[in-house]
């Protein structure tokens, strides 16, 4: 009882710096891919006649990649129709759409996105030639070495951090399709973001000074990562921190240029900042200044978690409308699967020397790739892309990840394994995805297996051509985990299932304290490596059941205790606890002295 007190004591004091729990129910992945579905369901439905989203090429842009993404072809009917309204609206420059200021780089991102660059390369190259001459270049220029409409009558010559997020976005879309935008043009604009940021770490508009806002930070932090800037830069840093010490997915924290209450462009924070988590990847972290709260922007519950918003607030059309409508209910809707999608390099090479000899595993990218011969020494390379390049996906499968296309210029023979690796926080059932290849007519299944340790999934080939790994939709977890899966093994067999609410109750305590720390990721490797065996024992001898659920009780009542309980509860149940150890212990000293 006394060590069941202490551990409890522990747990409390070493999570009174963490933020607690919040009530609703983080979604599954199958109820975001069903919310994306229904997204796509009703950007198909309001098509306009001549193809286009909205208003023009920037909701059609943004409606095109939501749909290139979850892995339709470019063929599919009604995305045909918005590419060719896209390309309809080039204006002779090279630059695209009537405010070419954003149109022009949301085009060449949707352009980019279909990993057609024989098809569509030169008007990607035209458009980076654009953005680049609309580069604010004088030096006594307010907006100097930023982009802003600095074309249309503005007469203060500004450049503000909107516009300028997506342009960068647009150049880097064109550098995936390897168009060189010249360094000195990227430290312009690194110069000109770093001055608009607040003494708080925040940024704001840029076109006129004023409070930081969530929108402004992620197009800003954007912007800076795209030009190079390191992530562990002080500038990114307190951009981030911003961001924490104003953690929201309910609004854009700060309001917009309008100040604090203003519902301005909501969903376009959202996508924003999501970019930016993106392009930062694991690199950094959302988290408040003193770094005692740390969010997961995607997989927390609401109010901080992305996902979990847009599922509980999608409305019953399957469209998303937020109280601006961010310009319109499409580019809302459209913002909202991608953020789901949260899908960010659309175009990504890379290679690996291959020689010759027996056995030869090459490994680029995520990708590992073994030939069984290798008689003639050459290149193999790996291009990662969104753009589907077969036809209509297996029915019943969803695109996890990204296309994947290899090829070699080596000279091999006999067999080729190929392994992927996957996000597990993006699948819903490991076990089930699979490998297709693409064999000129349709896609073909050639999973060997699936490592869900490494989470790797691999096949085997006689040629090299695009892969891509699906899952069953609406592939549910499995209750039961088996040795290979990261479960709460001995809890899952104790109670009977994955998904009874005392295992939950234990993976939150894992997943908000024990993973979150060197010594806490070491003792839940060790017990996934030992307690698989004793899970297995367990379910062998169902009268061990309700023994184990004894034993784990205290477990279970302090993770209660430890995510569902505010700071203040729980220093209160702390305080409680270490005044009925001391009562113990000096009654415990009393009988010794009698």
Same mark, same amino acid.
């Given at each position: 009882?006394?060590?069941?007190?202490?551990?409890?004591?522990?747990?409390?004091?070493?999570?009174?710096?963490?933020?607690?729990?919040?009530?609703?129910?983080?979604?599954?992945?199958?109820?975001?891919?069903?919310?994306?579905?229904?997204?796509?369901? *009703?950007?198909?439905?309001?098509?306009?006649?001549?193809?286009? *989203?909205?208003?023009?090429?920037?909701?059609?842009?943004?409606?095109?990649?939501?749909?290139?993404?979850?892995?339709?072809?470019?063929?599919?009917?009604?995305?045909?129709?918005?590419?060719?309204?896209?390309?309809?609206?080039?204006?002779?420059?090279?630059?695209?759409?009537?405010?070419?200021?954003?149109?022009?780089?949301?085009?060449?991102?949707?352009?980019?996105?279909?990993?057609?660059?024989?098809?569509?390369?030169?008007?990607?190259?035209?458009?980076?030639?654009?953005?680049?001459?609309?580069?604010?270049?004088?030096?006594?220029?307010?907006?100097?070495?930023?982009?802003?409409?600095?074309?249309?009558?503005?007469?203060?010559?500004?450049?503000?951090?909107?516009?300028?997020?997506?342009?960068?976005?647009?150049?880097?879309?064109?550098?995936?399709?390897?168009?060189? &935008?010249?360094?000195?043009r990227w430290a312009l604009c690194v110069d000109w973001v770093s001055g608009t940021q607040n003494l708080d770490g925040g940024f704001h508009y840029g076109r006129w000074s004023g409070d930081s806002y969530g929108s402004m930070t992620g197009g800003a932090l954007i912007s800076l990562l795209l030009a190079g800037v390191d992530p562990s830069d002080s500038r990114i840093v307190d951009g981030f921190h911003w961001l924490g010490d104003n953690w929201t997915v309910t609004e854009n924290p700060g309001g917009g240029r309008w100040g604090p209450g203003s519902p301005e462009w909501h969903y376009y924070y959202l996508y924003s900042v999501m970019k930016a988590c993106e392009f930062a990847a694991d690199k950094v972290t959302i988290s408040n200044t003193a770094e005692t709260v740390a969010y997961d922007w995607y997989r927390d519950d609401e109010p901080y978690g992305m996902a979990?918003?847009?599922?509980?607030?999608?409305?019953?059309?399957?469209?998303?409308?937020?109280?601006?409508?961010?310009?319109?209910?499409?580019?809302?809707?459209?913002?909202?699967?991608?953020?789901?999608?949260?899908?960010?390099?659309?175009?990504?090479?890379?290679?690996?020397?291959?020689?010759?000899?027996?056995?030869?595993?090459?490994?680029?990218?995520?990708?590992?790739?073994?030939?069984?011969?290798?008689?003639?020494?050459?290149?193999?390379?790996?291009?990662?892309?969104?753009?589907?390049?077969?036809?209509?996906?297996?029915?019943?499968?969803?695109?996890?990840?990204?296309?994947?296309?290899?090829?070699?210029?080596?000279?091999?023979?006999?067999?080729?394994?190929?392994?992927?690796?996957?996000?597990?926080?993006?699948?819903?059932?490991?076990?089930?995805?699979?490998?297709?290849? *693409?064999?000129?007519?349709?896609?073909?299944?050639?999973?060997?297996?699936?490592?869900?340790?490494?989470?790797?999934?691999?096949?085997?080939?006689?040629?090299?051509?695009?892969?891509?790994?699906?899952?069953?939709?609406?592939?549910? &977890?499995?209750?039961?985990?088996?040795?290979?899966?990261?479960?709460?093994?001995?809890?899952?067999?104790?109670?009977?299932?994955?998904?009874?609410?005392?295992?939950?109750?234990?993976?939150?305590?894992?997943?908000?304290?024990?993973?979150?720390?060197?010594?806490?990721?070491?003792?839940?490797?060790?017990?996934?490596?030992?307690?698989?065996?004793?899970?297995?024992?367990?379910?062998?001898?169902?009268?061990?059941?309700?023994?184990?659920?004894?034993?784990?009780?205290?477990?279970?009542?302090?993770?209660?205790?430890?995510?569902?309980?505010?700071?203040?509860?729980?220093?209160?149940?702390?305080?409680?606890?270490?005044?009925?150890?001391?009562?113990?212990?000096?009654?415990?000293?009393?009988?010794?002295?009698?």
């Amino acid at each position: 009882m006394v060590l069941a007190l202490v551990a409890l004591v522990v747990a409390i004091l070493l999570s009174g710096g963490l933020r607690t729990a919040q009530a609703s129910p983080a979604v599954t992945q199958v109820q975001i891919d069903q919310a994306i579905d229904n997204g796509l369901l *009703w950007l198909r439905a309001t098509q306009n006649v001549d193809g286009s *989203w909205g208003w023009g090429v920037g909701e059609t842009s943004f409606a095109v990649q939501a749909f290139l993404n979850e892995g339709i072809p470019e063929t599919d009917p009604d995305v045909a129709e918005g590419i060719a309204f896209i390309l309809g609206q080039r204006n002779a420059d090279g630059s695209f759409g009537g405010n070419p200021y954003y149109e022009t780089a949301l085009a060449m991102m949707a352009l980019v996105a279909t990993a057609n660059q024989a098809e569509y390369g030169d008007e990607v190259t035209a458009g980076a030639y654009w953005l680049l001459s609309i580069q604010n270049l004088n030096p006594s220029a307010a907006g100097y070495g930023g982009w802003g409409y600095s074309n249309t009558g503005w007469t203060d010559q500004s450049s503000d951090n909107s516009v300028n997020q997506f342009n960068t976005l647009g150049l880097h879309s064109a550098e995936m399709w390897e168009y060189e &935008v010249p360094a000195d043009r990227w430290a312009l604009c690194v110069d000109w973001v770093s001055g608009t940021q607040n003494l708080d770490g925040g940024f704001h508009y840029g076109r006129w000074s004023g409070d930081s806002y969530g929108s402004m930070t992620g197009g800003a932090l954007i912007s800076l990562l795209l030009a190079g800037v390191d992530p562990s830069d002080s500038r990114i840093v307190d951009g981030f921190h911003w961001l924490g010490d104003n953690w929201t997915v309910t609004e854009n924290p700060g309001g917009g240029r309008w100040g604090p209450g203003s519902p301005e462009w909501h969903y376009y924070y959202l996508y924003s900042v999501m970019k930016a988590c993106e392009f930062a990847a694991d690199k950094v972290t959302i988290s408040n200044t003193a770094e005692t709260v740390a969010y997961d922007w995607y997989r927390d519950d609401e109010p901080y978690g992305m996902a979990d918003y847009l599922v509980n607030h999608q409305q019953a059309n399957g469209s998303w409308v937020s109280a601006v409508s961010d310009y319109s209910v499409a580019m809302t809707t459209a913002e909202a699967v991608l953020v789901l999608q949260c899908t960010v390099f659309s175009y990504e090479v890379l290679s690996g020397e291959t020689p010759t000899g027996s056995n030869v595993t090459v490994t680029p990218g995520d990708a590992i790739i073994t030939f069984s011969n290798v008689s003639v020494a050459g290149t193999t390379t790996y291009i990662a892309s969104t753009g589907n390049p077969g036809g209509e996906l297996p029915a019943d499968f969803r695109l996890r990840g990204l296309f994947v296309d290899i090829t070699t210029t080596a000279t091999y023979s006999g067999t080729v394994t190929v392994g992927i690796s996957y996000d597990e926080s993006q699948v819903s059932n490991e076990a089930k995805l699979k490998l297709f290849h *693409w064999d000129g007519t349709k896609w073909k299944d050639v999973t060997t297996s699936v490592d869900t340790v490494n989470n790797i999934v691999y096949g085997q080939v006689t040629t090299l051509s695009p892969f891509f790994m699906g899952e069953p939709a609406g592939a549910e &977890v499995t209750p039961t985990p088996t040795g290979n899966e990261t479960g709460c093994f001995i809890a899952t067999a104790a109670y009977g299932s994955y998904l009874d609410s005392h295992v939950q109750t234990l993976r939150d305590f894992r997943d908000s304290y024990m993973v979150t720390n060197p010594v806490g990721r070491s003792l839940v490797s060790a017990y996934y490596k030992l307690s698989p065996p004793v899970a297995e024992f367990i379910d062998d001898h169902p009268s061990l059941k309700p023994i184990v659920r004894a034993g784990l009780m205290p477990a279970v009542v302090m993770s209660t205790m430890a995510v569902s309980t505010t700071p203040a509860e729980k220093i209160a149940i702390a305080l409680v606890i270490l005044t009925l150890l001391f009562v113990m212990r000096e009654r415990k000293g009393q009988r010794k002295a009698t």
